[in-house]
């Protein structure tokens, strides 16, 4: 029989009701209520309790103890208040309010698997009022909608990511993870095979619009960008001549520059203006190489999205590059896979990409910086306007979600919250989220490590979930400092120690 833990009093709303109870429920816990011929579900939001006797102007210690000890549990009520979700098979809001006296009644077990299961769906944890619940998320509307996972350091964000990689896996999609950190090249996951891609672009690949970029030279500079542009053509069909000799790209267009240079210097007219843009753009060469060599160095450097592999996680780790070089390389295969995928479903022409991707960007408020203008920023917010018609995923991880870009936040239409304190961070969230109603937004400082807000497109309903933990083997957790520095001080006094014994042996 299912319990009935109180009924409705006072005013009700056809969102809100007041319950009152002598039952002892429980914050968060889901209940239901049959009313206009429907069963409505809804969920606790808060408690209070009072006592029928004891008034707030008894402040008599001894006579209070005294009082609870005749009366026991016997005077003590609870009051509370419940959200209500929508009716059980549509979770449609009822149009008219319950009527006062509405029994509430516990959910049952039948009840909540059928409000978080999901045919199609990746398992991330249980219920956290019901664990005995598991809750599924919608794999497709959480890859097409996108998707944010947003915590303070510590609250459980790699774990979090780490589970739903491994559940991708098991689907056999593909995932590319933009590794700032380098956390998850280690990573062993359960459900499926990495694959480890360098941080290299060819810079063949690169279009003349992406060295202007590089180069610094602006729109309205046609000289710079002619001389640039012949420099480009010079050195790609160099390059594409299969010279047995290693060469560098940039060097070539340095050299076709400085070539040029030299030629209108010892012309019978000369061009002041042309001779300088030629000497600007050999300048702004050499100051692109010096700045980006780590990421352009080679023309031996596959094409970095044709090596993505499906059915696998794919990984770049860009712990090796500073920000500046991080944010070229994302940008640019970013845009190319968004760019390929829409030639593979559109005209089929020029370079394709044949399956949907996933793209986790780890740090996200460095590249998609609410301050900062980056050059991955404009495809970040292109992705999460038109990727879904595309199948271009994409999963913004940030510690520091007031850093993130509001515009490409806006378009996460899915989120999972683990525990935010500070209040930027929480407001910066809600004002960017439809979703986030104010009674979550309180909850997210109380929530333990692995516990998070879920909503979205992705569930049916906002809920509050304990994530399963990662089973594979992750380096992304805290380093043991204390063990570390015992083990080091162990080494440096064996390595002392057989110091001394050779001084010894030698007699010295």
Known sequence: MTEIIGRCYGETSPTKISFISKKTPAVNEYVYLEYAGKTVMGIIDNLLRGSFTLSDDLLNEDTIGKIVQIEGDNDQYIRGEVSILGDIEKLEIPRTPAPIGTTIKRATLEQLKKLFSNEKGITIGHVLSQPEVEV?????????????????????????????????????????????????????????KKKSIPPKINPRDLNIFEFKKLCNVSDGATNQEKYLRDAYDYAKEISLNGSEEKRLFINDMITFAETKAEELENAERKNNSHIDAVNQVAFKLEDMKRKYRSILDSTD????????????????????????????LVKHVLTEILNRRKNFMTTGKGKTLSFPVFSIIEEAHILASQKRNTRSKSIIGRIAREGRKFGVGLCLVSQSPKSLDSESLSQLNNLIILRLVEPSDQAHVQKSSESLSEELLKKLPSLNVGEAVILGQMTKIPTMVKINEFKGRSIGNDLDIVSLWKSAKNEEESRLQKSEEYLDEMGL
């Not at 450097?301 to 044709?306: E, G, H, P, Y």
């Open 136 to 192: 599924k998320l919608d794999v497709n509307k959480m890859v097409s909608r996108h998707l944010g996972i947003l915590a303070m350091t510590g609250a459980g964000k790699s774990n979090a990511t780490s589970v739903i990689i491994d559940e991708l896996l098991g689907l056999g999609g593909t995932i590319l993870v933009l590794d700032m950190h380098s956390e998850y090249g280690k990573t062993e996951f359960t459900n499926g």
């Open 301 to 328: 450097v596959s094409d970095i999205v044709s090596t993505i592999e499906v059915g696998k996680v794919n990984i770049i780790g860009l712990s090796s590059l500073d920000e500046k070089a991080s944010d070229i």
